[in-house]
């Protein structure tokens, strides 16, 4: 892996925090994009601490994992929406696509398809029972209610931290061998489609 590589990581909630955390000894830079605020409910199924309450997700991931690991990221405290997409994820080598709704995930694809940017779509079901990770352009965004929460109580993180760590690997396996696989995830299996 080169360490010049630089990973947009859109979503800093249940997946994305976890998949942070999975990659962050990955050669690459970093850069997170969330315009959400920690809450207390968060705290049960993703990687932000009482300490992060209150502030925006990607700012309080950033300094977590900079605390913890000395990892050095660049945080974007801002939706990513029509107007400032191309800007967000222009340079990317890798986009990683861990949002909760449909209508970021339709942005992402349309943006890295525009541009052909390598992105690795991660998505799991509201009630953690179906889960895709999947290389565009195999990934077809979903029609999941926006906002749609994911592992609210931490029921789900198991399974929330099974598919983080599919989505790690995967582009852990793209960054190093240019190879990538995309599966459907059940939580009593998973099956490869691509």
Known sequence: MSEERRVVLVGAGALGSHVL?????????FTIVDFDRVEQKNLASQLHTKMG????????????????????????????????????????????????????????????????TPCLHGAIAADGGYARVMWDPVFTPDEAAEGAATCEGGEHLPFVG???????????????????????IHPSGLIQVA
């Open 21 to 29: 955390m999975l990659g962050r000894n990955w050669p690459v830079r």
């Open 53 to 116: 309450l209150g502030r925006n997700k990607a700012q309080a991931l950033q300094q977590l994992v900079n605390g913890l690991w000395g990892l050095r990221v660049d945080a974007v405290p801002h939706k990513l929406v029509g107007d400032n997409a191309e800007t967000l994820l222009a340079g990317a080598d890798l986009v990683l696509d861990c949002v909760d709704n449909a209508p970021t995930r339709a942005l992402i694809a349309r943006v890295v398809r525009e541009r052909g």
């Open 162 to 184: 099974r598919v983080a760590a599919l989505v790690a690997s995967c582009a852990q396996e793209w960054l190093t061998t240019g190879h990538g696989r995309s599966f459907h």
